[in-house]
């Protein structure tokens, strides 16, 4: 189901073409969400240089992507509350600088793994603050009747970066290691980082000023209460909010168990991103038809047939050896995706008050995050359990297959259970 809207938009993506602000919010958050998929592969690879061996790089490559998550749970809500206090652009702009100069410092810093962790941790702290300005700021630019082509735009874009990060991570992070072993991958990674703060600084952004052009107090504690408090008033924000962390919950173990799969189906581990570019693919696809004949899908269980979806594929994932098969699941499973996350995120941007966006932003990127957590931390030890205490054999695939299939029941009987409860107050809204 789509959310409601005032009036259909007549030109589509045509209008946000000639909408110059958002093309360069747009610009910007292509050259950023490409340098964050570039950054995740370095992550993985910069691994064996780290101190990593066969026996820990299973538990340290978790520790990485735990490392990167961990910032959400500690400052999702607080960097809402921060975006609505401050200039959205100068936060967009920063940030981004900011992890451009953390990457190319890299280099002169010891070959420690601690070192690694600290570099994923403090560049997700700094994406904690970027994600809600960069959704605070769409609406700002947008018209009402447009959000929903922006939304699909940038979901679009967000899963058309996955392609070409993923896909070309690794072989761009070679050609920039053969002009330089020693820095020239984290040349190029802070580079993209800085393009995309300098093209949002330039970005013009007239946000409404408050009441008073002096600095307000902050006052963090009361602000989380009082977004808390508007999730608790508003219970269709509240569970389209709960879609999305499941989503993001599966998403973030099909990372993991994406390195899994490219073994099961003879290729590399390091090519675990072309798999996951596979998935953008059908985001894509999905977030594009949204965006051009939304209308025609409204009053449809858009989620609750695309949480149908992921679980067929996750199914099918833990039966098949094939290449081509594998692809096109993996394409099946983002058209899914991308039929709960447009329509939801559209929902929570329509609903919220423009004062009370950043911390309902910050608060979602906050829960999401925490439920990233779990399947990254899960995921892995759970596979090698089963393996060595079930199977006794590290190299079955037993512990994927029992992992993939686990999965694919509980996103079953959760996204029937969460498109139920959306649908009562749906009925209740109207």
Known sequence: MLPTRSQPSRNGFLALLHNHPFMMLWSGQILSQIADKVFFVLLIALLSDYGSSPETENSMRSAVMIAATLPAIFFGSAAGIFVDRYDKKTILSGCNILRGVMLLLLPFLPK???????????????????????????????????????????????????????????????????????????????????????????????????????????????DFKEGLAYLRKDSLVRYAMLQLMILYSVLAALTVLAINLTQ?????????????????????????????????????????????????????FSFTSKQGLSFALSGFFGLGSSLVAVPMQTLIQQRTPEAMRGKVFGFQNNIVNIALSVPLAVTGPLIDVINNQVARNPQSELGLRSVLIGMSVVVTIVGIWAWRSTRRVLQDAV
């Open 112 to 222: 420690a793994f601690i070192i690694l962790i600290a570099i994923a941790f403090l560049e997700s702290i700094l994406t904690q603050f970027f994600a809600p300005a960069e959704q605070a700021t769409i609406p700002f630019l947008v018209k009402p009747e447009n959000l929903l082509t922006a939304n699909a735009l940038f979901t679009t874009t967000m899963m058309g970066s996955l392609i070409v990060g993923f896909a070309i991570g690794d072989p761009l992070l070679k050609v920039a290691s053969g002009f330089n072993p020693e820095w020239g991958r984290e040349i190029l990674v802070g580079g993209l980082y800085l393009l995309a703060g300098i093209v949002l600084y330039l970005m013009p952004l007239k946000e409404k000023k408050h009441e008073s052009e002096t600095i307000v107090p902050v006052h963090p504690w009361s």
């Open 264 to 316: 099961k189906i003879g290729l590399e581990k390091t090519q675990f991103g072309l798999l996951l570019a596979a998935a953008g693919v059908g985001m894509v696809f999905g977030a594009a038809a949204l965006g051009h004949w939304g209308d025609r899908f409204r009053r449809k269980p858009l989620p609750l047939i695309g949480f149908a979806f992921m679980a067929f594929v996750l199914t099918m």
